[in-house]
């Protein structure tokens, strides 16, 4: 059996979620970066004896259109699949029944599926420093409960909340922009996972193909990528009553 790692984390609290998942099924992982633009996905194929922890973050309430659209690649041959969204303590609303579509439509039979806490991407006082203690705590035990399930050859599929059509995407687009501490060094536009930032010029930003997945921000070695501190400001109030209050991870088996 092989544990296949399939992850779409920009700032990496999608991935901290996912490892403590994966280490607990204890097996090597195999990392398939969804974030990875140059990747070609249609060479990742499983088989029926292979395990996919599948993971994103929830962005509105939904799975990011690109994750969605390089994991429709991957040919999943029947593997079973843990399917993992990740969200800053507001809600993560139908991410994970989109993300349970999208993975059955690739070929995955999905057995397990986990809705966890990490740090608000963008509003990062909200849920700071999760996965804390606690978290990685819930994480183990949930995996336990799923390799138990994996080695008892149960192939049931869980019963996912969420909704069918899926809430509307979108929202306010919150577009990091240089600020006078850039070196135009192109870090940022290197990582970008959709190509948004000039890599000549990274002053220039296609803000239709921006996802605010806020990747350039947490590369950027200068701190010279910012999001406009009103609006920031604005976003923070608007979830200070939704995030105020901690949530706990869950598990659908």
Request: aromatic share 4%.
């Amino acid at each position: 059996m092989k544990i296949y790692d399939i992850i779409f984390s920009p700032t990496g609290g999608t991935q901290k979620v996912a490892e403590h998942l994966t280490e607990g099924l204890e097996g090597d992982a195999i990392c398939v970066d969804l974030t990875d633009r140059k990747q070609d996905f249609c060479t990742v194929q499983l088989t029926q004896d292979d395990v996919a922890v599948i993971s994103v973050p929830s962005y509105g309430g939904r799975v990011p259109a690109v994750a969605i659209e390089r994991l429709s690649h991957i040919n999943g041959h029947g593997a079973r699949a843990v399917l993992v969204c990740v969200y800053g303590n507001r809600a993560y609303e139908d991410t994970l029944v989109e993300l349970e579509d999208a993975a059955k439509q690739a070929g995955f039979h999905v057995i397990a599926a986990v809705a966890a806490i990490a740090e608000h991407s963008i509003a990062r006082q909200f849920a700071a420093g999760r996965p804390d203690a606690q978290d990685i705590q819930q994480l183990s035990a949930f995996a336990k409960q799923i390799k138990g399930k994996l080695f008892a050859g149960d192939t049931a599929e869980p019963s996912i909340p969420g909704n069918r059509p899926y809430k509307k995407a979108g929202g306010v687009s919150l577009v990091p922009k240089p600020t006078k501490e850039c070196t135009k060094c192109s870090l940022c536009a290197k990582e970008c996972p959709v190509q948004a930032i000039d890599p000549e010029n990274p002053k220039k930003v296609d803000e239709k193909a921006c996802i605010a997945c806020m990747r350039c921000i947490s590369v950027c070695p200068h701190s010279a990528r910012r999001v406009n501190s009103v609006m920031l400001s604005a976003v923070g109030l608007a979830l200070k009553k939704a995030c105020s209050d901690r949530k706990e991870n869950e598990l659908f088996l």
